[in-house]
């Protein structure tokens, strides 16, 4: 029999393991009935199995969701209650929840969480169920799908394809009803969005997601529709959600909900076909800058050419910044197209859609201190600067074809000092390159073409230098005379044609008499000049062109006053899809013709007759639908 000491030696030894006291005097290790002998740390971690076990056991047990009742909304899964899990270690059960969905057997949950409810113990563990696993009909789950899906899903990520993964995020967004904003200036914004987090793309790629996201909205009508905003974790180690704010021109007005309660607009739709109109006036719009890039071009030619293609389309837009009243579309790309307006955003955020778009590497730099942005572009494996808007001297349709290269590819050291503004105090990547690109004709400040646009045609760029209109490749190689019998003040390239302005005369353009009064056109194909237009007996000349330029098709002419304004709509000379060689017909020629192109062996063709497929590029679906063509299949030249 025990006696009275004993008994309640036992009962001080229960009310310490009720309780958590620590009984100084005895061992470590207590008596308990279910598992033998364990220590207090042993039994903590023993509960711990225990709730994690109960958790996934009603987990098991989970076989149908119906979506469409609970609406999205998590729901009762498992109480916790009997193992009094302090509320303080809430994040402990929530951090198990998270990583016990990324698992094979689990895949299926969506969302899974614990709450307390109120009391100070962890009390409730809530689910949802991801949507694509749900029979629309049955409700059922299918749980094998979900399995095979993660093992896809890794299997994806250890080939290292997280951002073609985001990608397909984006579009798969646009079947999201968008959340509705508002700011201080009452101005709708509209926005949807995913996270990322599963996908472990850290923080330090960033600006090349980015760069991969922008090059998708020139590329793919269903990644067009949107802006992209990265957001990452509080200790900057992750990428974890992606936001994407919506087009306005995309929304579907009509399926606008509202606040029950207040009436405010708070969810809308995305228009599809509104989408695909947005993205043909994209596609249209740039065509003259996509049309002019060939493969044979080098990247440094290609952001040569799209610079200048940006600062001759658009006009900073000066009256608004003066008057303090810069509307939203001045900060955006498609804004800036749709516009030809911009402020420093804009045009940053049109270079980076433009130059990732063509497969070169660009993403934006910021200064607070200077309240400006402008590019960081990838050559030859280093960052260097690029500043549009300040190159851009055209500013409410004043001096829109004058352009500048003063801050024009230069590293770090350089940018510093260049130019009478200087550039400082800025945020982005390291523009660390040592090319100088001393050789190229953007470089040359001993002459005129360092002040002027240039433009590109069939290998060869375009420029004004002293009064002369010449052409040369960009390293100043093979450079000749195009037209030296005239005084040329302003010069560009539309399509295959030059139209460039010229002094009345053939006088010296420092006599006061010569003035600019004549627009010519050459055909750079076979070099026909011709006189476009004669404005010396024009009384709104006579002071003569004070600038001419194209913007969007149109050639536009100054006169003597800034009212005084021609506007011509030029109208590229018919295209003969096929007729690569330019002889009038379509035969066996053209197909050898755009096979020894795509061979390297010759570049003299008409590159815009060889898109047969009307897809923006030349290659080898051309070549085989001219093919058909010419067998007598029933295709189409120069469609999609």
């Known amino acids: 029999m025990m006696n009275k000491t004993s008994k309640a030696l036992k009962k001080l030894l229960c009310a310490a393991l009720i309780t958590g006291i620590v009984l100084t005097g005895f061992p470590a290790t207590l008596w308990h009935s279910a598992y033998g002998n364990i220590t207090h740390a042993e039994a903590a971690e023993t509960t711990e199995e225990q709730w994690k076990t109960d958790i996934k056991n009603a987990l098991d047990k989970v076989t149908e969701f119906d979506d469409d009742k609970y609406a ?4 009762y899964l498992v109480d916790l209650s009997k193992y009094n899990i302090p509320k303080a270690d809430i994040d402990i059960v929530n951090k198990y929840l998270t990583g016990l969905k990324d698992t094979a057997d689990y895949y299926w949950v969506n969302n899974i969480m614990a709450d307390p409810y109120g009391t100070a113990y962890v009390k409730y563990v809530f689910y949802s169920v991801k949507s694509e696993y749900i029979d629309s009909a049955s409700k059922n789950i ?18 290292g394809e997280q951002f073609v993964m985001v990608k397909e995020r984006v579009q798969a967004a646009i079947d999201n009803k968008l959340h509705i904003e508002y700011y201080q200036n009452e101005k709708a914004y509209y926005w949807t969005g995913f996270y990322v987090t599963d996908l472990g793309i850290p923080y330090s790629k960033m600006g090349e997601l980015l760069e991969y996201l922008n090059g998708t909205v020139i590329n793919d009508e269903s990644c067009s529709w949107c802006t992209y905003t990265l957001q990452y974790d509080t ?7 992606v936001q994407l704010d919506a087009n306005e021109a995309v929304v579907d007005k009509n399926s606008i909900e509202t606040n029950e309660t207040t009436g405010v607009p708070v969810r809308a739709k995305i228009d599809k076909a509104k989408v695909t109109s947005v993205y043909k006036d994209i596609k249209n719009r740039i065509s003259s800058l996509t049309y002019a890039i060939t493969d044979d071009m080098s990247d440094v030619e290609k952001v040569l050419l799209v610079h200048d293609w940006i600062a001759r389309e658009l006009d900073y837009d000066y009256d608004n910044y003066q008057k303090n009243s810069i509307p939203d579309t001045s900060y955006s790309a498609y804004g800036a197209l749709t516009t030809g307006k911009a402020v420093c955003s804009g045009y940053a955020r049109l270079a980076n859609i433009l130059l990732n778009g063509i497969g070169i590497r660009t993403q934006s730099i910021t200064s607070s201190a200077m309240n400006h942005e402008w590019n960081a572009v990838y050559l030859n494996g280093h960052y260097y600067h690029m500043d549009i808007t300040w190159d851009d001297w055209g500013k409410d349709e004043n001096y829109e074809g004058t352009v500048y290269h003063e801050y024009f590819l230069y590293n770090d050291t350089d940018f510093k000092n260049v130019g009478d503004t200087k550039h400082h105090d800025w945020i982005g990547v390291v523009c660390d390159g040592t090319d100088s690109f001393a050789d190229m004709i953007f470089r040359n400040k001993n002459s005129y073409i360092n002040t002027i646009a240039y433009s590109y045609y069939n290998s060869y760029w375009y420029y004004i230098n002293k009064g002369s209109l010449y052409k040369s490749h960009i390293d100043g190689s093979s450079l000749s005379v195009v037209d030296d019998t005239v005084k040329v003040t302003d010069m560009f390239v539309y399509g ?3 139209y460039y302005a010229t002094y009345s005369s053939e006088a010296d353009s420092d006599v006061p008499s010569a003035f600019s009064t004549r627009v010519w056109k050459v055909n750079a194909d076979n070099g026909t000049k011709s006189l476009y237009l004669n404005l010396s007996d024009n009384a709104d000349y006579q002071d003569g062109i004070q600038e001419m330029c194209i913007k969007n098709g149109v050639l536009k002419i100054d006169g003597n006053t800034s009212s005084v304004k021609k506007e011509l709509v030029l ?18 020629t053209d197909a050898v013709a755009i096979k020894k192109y795509l ?32 067998a007598g299949y029933d295709v189409t030249l120069g469609a999609a």
């Open 72 to 75: 999205g909304k998590s729901i």
């Open 142 to 159: 299918d749980k094998a799908k979900a399995k095979t899906d993660y093992e896809t899903f890794h299997k994806r990520l250890e080939n």
């Open 235 to 241: 200790n900057m180690q992750y990428i974890t959600y």
């Open 496 to 498: 295959n044609n030059i």
């Open 571 to 588: 109208v590229e000379e018919s295209i003969k899809y096929g007729d690569i060689n330019g002889n009038g017909k379509i035969d066996s």
């Open 599 to 630: 061979a390297g062996y010759s570049d003299t063709i008409n590159k815009k007759a060889a898109d047969v497929t009307g897809d923006g590029k030349i290659d080898v679906n051309d070549a085989i639908r001219l093919l058909k063509y010419l």
